[in-house]
């Protein structure tokens, strides 16, 4: 099916834009280069098929564990396996880069994210996180009161946000600009209820949203809001101003890949209020560095990387008396590890189809760990657009379009101090306002999918198509795991943290929600289920 | 037909299209300087496009005086709002010599056309000889008056948005009381339409004249009261150069770098503080930013300087000041001194990935922190960085704005600097240009205030006296009592100190 230019553009940035845009373009316009680059969707596909796997005697051999997928949560279980001088273990990534949505790319003038791109400041509790932080060299120390210190360029520079509202550029993410005498009440109500539940403990003095989110309280005041969507918690508080709304929808966009309507309440509130101290405080602040999440990454790649298999696709797993037999494919031949224990750091829908029985007795409904698709392009411009107007609020490090679906670009060269010529841009687009999103992903390709891109970048910067000379593209078919209501607090969730069969469990998804902190902590976790279990 | 009164019409329009023409040409001057090639260009274009205007006349046969009346209005439209257009298209868009050329050409067109289809309505009136005779004498009148009222009345009192519009609306004054004068020669049924149109012409006008204040403000910011002997954008910035009565002066975006009348007095109590606190001979001095060598000619005073690196961001201003006549005759030439080398890049790029041998003396000398990219310069991470090419004993400058009109944003540098472990004497001094000007002067170790310039220097503002004064704070320029921020990458809270503080003198 091929869809004209218009229809792409309306599928993607809705149909009045649509209109405007192909209006717009004129015919002579410089188109950049670039390409899709990453992630193979054929491969991971195989394994639907079920095919059956008969691994040569000689290229059998024996790990005590193997740790399936090098995504953060199974280099932070590698990571501390490492610490806990267990080292007889191998990681085995499908991919020829390992990192998951934490890849980053190499280039000019810095390198760029493909995906996570902060990391909040840790709360001074969270001290296995900070351990990693200080080992890094990210941190200055402690404060007076215990908690740490990040190193000012590693502390997201100001100005950090700003707005693209009807042609002019606003500082912040919640539009001030225009707000009416109601819409500021609102805003000011809303605040008033988060801040409510930031500082609400439950008997035991827990807190309701608390990162990791395995602290947080299991009081059913708290997992009810679980029950419903974000939307009709907002709905039923007669929150109703737009640009409220338009917030919070953002919010659930940024961190989820959802709209309001499809995000749990509970989800939503987490992201509002886990990353804040006490009411009245700033959130958290935001660790950052040019290529994002990637600096995790190749740190641990730093760390563990002889214990790294990349491009080894694990196609079987077989638990048995002995333990547990993995066998994946590399370079065209079947290879096989026999191992106590398998730390399953991939995505759980996935278990099904890899891992021989899961079937027969489920321990847990893997398909209801469901993912959404996200597309992430880096424009490299070979200069910055000029302000269209003197009051127009600089260019930040995240830069968002009130009027897109998309979630706007983030500037990869800002936390360098770069702040002329050249820059690299990321875009992310997830694909939460798509009836089949992933699907409809893998039917585009790199011009339609640039084209959508650029048409809606330059509705803030017109002259795009001469400053940018690249763009290259991700496709996400599994970008993130989407916290619905009735997820978070289900018993699926709840079932898959404990170990099956020799194999303990260990991603993101066990959340509920896509995030550093959480694939950390199931990663950590998992390792040192396996030194305990083997003392 | 009211004959003579036709004739006063001639002056008014003769009078605006001079106006127009005068108005393009000094607006073109001023802010793309060159004033030569600018007049003469606009001059030649306008006349030019007079003449296709007189040619076009021949095709509008009939219904001349209501053709008139309508070219009359638009050329109050287009002549009218051409100076707050043309401002603004300066300011925010790049192709502003398109704009300007084309809106010179249809100003000059329309005009061209003006006084032909005057003379077609009169020529049933009179004979040829008195016809020509009289518009002609009387256009020339009118261009008199223009010029004498232009640079008299005109620029001074009224500024140029405004000139422009009140002269529209002249034009469209002609338009509406033509209606009534040469009313035998229209239909009754178009001379309300005619009427209703020129009004609509004056009202908008009119508009215009009551907000020519916020257009003006919008766009005449950091115009110049001198000639503009210099003007050109770089990619970073808006250069300009002026010579007035007291000397040349530079604009960077319009603020004021330097006034040569009084710069010395700024980049002496820049520059010796530093080497009156260093102890020892200094060697190797790092200038950050200072493109304009001013502080450089201060640095080159010192015999036994060895090596002066400056960092300024700016090719553009750096080569100005190197090669523009006045500029580098100002800094004596500073850029051909062999012990100076030019490195062109952001200073804190330049910090954080550069490894050069540490510095004696280091002079930090930016642009007042007005924007984001500026308010890093003057971070803790920025000083972070300064202090890896600072050896234990070395002395730094700083300049940091007023702290008489931004007396927060001036004492957040002073705490700023402290909070990475400089000790700091801050001192200020009286630059009639700028006002009260602010500095700090800093070292890694405890050091007591110089009392004395260096010996055997050339200095025309510093001496014994005006030197420990400039280290005593009047009460209104005090460290304020509140709590002050310290500026961080995370923060840049002094970028919005620096906006409420000077914003209150916009």
Redesign the interface.
């Known amino acids: 099916m091929k869809l004209s230019r218009r229809e792409l553009l309306a599928t993607f940035l809705g149909a009045p834009f649509a209109l405007a845009a192909c209006r717009d373009m004129s015919a002579g316009a410089r188109f950049p280069d670039g390409e899709i680059v990453g992630q193979n969707a054929t491969l991971g596909h195989v394994l639907r098929e079920g095919r059956s796997f008969e691994v040569p005697a000689d290229n059998w051999r024996s790990a005590k564990a193997v740790i399936v997928g090098g995504g953060i949560a199974g280099l932070s279980a590698a990571w501390k396996l490492s610490k806990l001088n267990f080292n007889d273990y191998a990681l085995l990534e499908l991919e020829k880069e390992i990192g998951g949505t934490s890849r980053s790319g190499i280039g000019s003038p810095v390198n760029y994210p493909w995906g996570a791109h902060y990391l909040p400041v840790p709360f001074q509790e969270n001290a296995e996180l900070i351990e990693l932080l200080d080992e890094m060299a990210l941190t200055d120390g402690r404060a007076a009161n215990g908690d740490v210190v990040i190193r000012?360029?590693y502390?997201?520079?100001?100005?950090e946000e700003r707005v693209f509202y009807k042609g002019r550029w606003y500082e912040g993410l919640y539009l001030n600009a225009g707000a009416s005498d109601e819409d500021k009440q609102q805003f000011g109500q809303f605040q008033q209820t988060i801040d409510r539940w930031i500082d609400w403990r439950d008997t035991s003095g827990k807190r309701a949203f608390v990162v990791p989110s395995h602290q947080c309280s299991q009081d059913s005041q708290v997992t009810d809001l679980d029950k419903i969507s974000f939307a009709e918690w907002l709905r039923n508080l007669g929150f109703t101003s737009e640009r409220l709304v338009w917030y919070c929808d953002y919010a659930c966009r940024d961190d989820y890949g959802l709209r309001l309507e499809q995000t749990s309440a509970w989800a939503g509130l987490f992201y509002f209020c886990s990353r804040v101290r006490k009411s009245g405080d700033e959130s958290q602040?935001f660790i950052t560095v040019p290529e994002g999440n990637g600096r995790f990454v190749n740190y641990f790649s730093e760390r563990v990387g002889d214990k790294i298999l990349r491009s080894h696709m694990v196609v079987s797993i077989v638990p048995n008396e002995k333990g547990v037999d993995v066998v994946c494919l590399a370079d065209n031949e079947l290879r096989g590890f026999h191992c106590e224990k398998v730390i399953y750091a991939s995505p759980m829908f996935t278990a099904p189809y890899v891992i021989r029985g899961f079937n027969n007795d489920a321990p847990f409904a893997a398909n209801e760990f469901q993912h959404n698709a996200w597309f992430v392009a880096n424009l490299f411009l070979n200069?910055r657009p000029?302000p269209?107007?003197?009051k127009d609020f600089?260019l930040a490090w995240d830069n968002v379009f009130y009027e897109s679906p998309s979630l706007g670009y983030v500037n990869a060269t800002h936390q360098?101090?770069?702040?002329?010529?050249p820059a690299v841009w990321t875009y992310y687009y997830p694909m939460c306002h798509e009836e089949n999103g992933r699907t409809k992903l893998f039917n585009y390709d790199w011009r339609e999918l640039a084209d959508v891109c650029l048409t809606d970048v330059a509705r803030a910067h017109p002259n795009i198509y001469e400053l940018c000379d690249r763009v290259d593209i991700m496709r996400w078919g599994h970008a993130m795991i989407s916290p619905r209501p009735n997820f978070i607090w289900s018993e699926t969730r709840a079932r898959a943290q404990k170990p099956y069969r020799n194999i303990h469990f260990a991603h993101t998804d066990l959340s509920g929600i896509a995030l550093f902190e959480e694939a950390f902590y199931h990663g950590v976790r998992a390792a040192k289920e396996l030194q305990t279990a083997q003392i | 037909m009211k004959t003579p009164l036709l004739f006063l019409n001639v002056i008014i329009i003769a009078t605006c299209g001079l106006i127009y023409e005068l108005l393009a040409g000094t607006l073109s001057s001023y802010v793309l300087g060159d004033s030569i090639t600018q007049f003469s260009f606009i001059i030649g274009i306008y006349l030019f496009a007079m003449g296709v205007g007189s040619f076009l006349s021949r095709y509008i046969e009939k219904n001349v005086a209501e053709k008139f009346i309508d070219i009359e209005l638009a050329v109050a439209v287009v002549g009218g709002f051409s100076a707050p257009l043309l401002f603004l298209s300066f300011?925010?868009v790049?192709y502003f010599g398109i704009v300007l050329y084309t809106m010179v050409f249809a100003i000059g067109t329309l005009v061209g056309l003006e006084i032909p289809l005057l003379m077609r309505i009169l020529k049933d009136e009179l004979d040829f000889k008195e016809l020509v005779s009289r518009v002609l004498a009387l256009d020339y009148v009118g261009a008199l008056v223009a010029s004498l009222l232009f640079p008299i009345f005109l620029v001074p009192k009224l500024g140029l948005n405004r000139t422009s519009v009140l002269f529209g609306m002249l034009n469209a004054g002609v338009a509406l009381w033509a209606t009534w004068l040469l009313d035998p020669l229209i239909p009754n049924r178009k001379l309300l339409i005619m009427r209703v149109k020129g009004a609509v012409v004056v009202v908008l006008l009119g508009i215009a004249l009551i907000k020519a204040d916020r257009l003006t403000t919008l766009a005449e910011d950091g115009l110049f009261a001198d000639t503009i002997v210099y003007a050109k954008s770089s990619?970073?910035q808006r250069i300009v150069v002026t010579k007035g009565k007291t000397g040349h002066a530079l604009f960077l975006n319009g603020n004021l770098q330097f006034n040569s009348f009084d710069e010395y007095r700024y980049h002496e109590a820049l520059v010796h503080p530093a080497f009156a606190a260093f102890k020892g001979e200094p060697k190797r001095v790092l200038v950050l930013g200072g493109g304009d060598g001013l502080a450089l000619r201060e640095i080159l005073k010192y015999k036994s300087v060895e090596a002066v690196q400056l960092v300024d961001?700016d090719p553009m201003m750096t080569g100005l000041s190197n090669a523009f006549p006045p500029l580098a005759e100002l800094n004596r030439h500073s850029f051909d001194d062999p012990r100076v080398s030019v490195t062109n890049g952001?200073a804190?790029?330049w910090l954080?990935s550069n490894e050069a041998e540490p510095f004696d003396i280091a002079i930090v000398d930016f642009p007042d922190p007005n924007?984001?990219?500026l308010?890093?310069l003057y971070?803790?991470?920025f000083y972070?960085l300064l202090k890896r090419k600072l050896k234990p004993d070395s002395a730094v400058v700083i300049q940091c704005t007023s702290p008489l009109i931004a007396r927060n944003s001036y004492w957040s540098i002073i705490k700023t600097l402290e909070a990475v472990g400089f000790i700091v004497k801050p001192y200020q001094t009286t630059v009639p240009s700028f006002g009260v000007w602010g500095y700090a002067l800093a070292k890694q170790t405890p050091f007591d205030i110089p009392t004395d310039p260096p010996a055997n220097i050339e200095l025309k503002f510093l001496n014994h006296e005006s030197f420990a004064s400039m280290f005593d704070f009047p009460t209104d320029m005090k460290m304020p009592e509140g709590e002050i921020e310290v500026n961080?990458?995370?923060?840049?809270a002094l970028?919005r100190y620096y906006e409420t503080e000077w914003r209150r003198f916009e």
Not at chain 1, 416 to 421: A, E, H, R, S, V
């Open positions: 000012e360029q502390l997201c520079r100001e100005p602040p200069d000029k269209r107007f003197a600089p360098k101090g770069i702040d002329y010529g | 300011a925010y790049s990619p970073y961001l952001d804190f790029v954080d924007n984001f990219a308010g890093k971070t803790t991470r972070n961080r990458l995370d923060n840049q970028v």
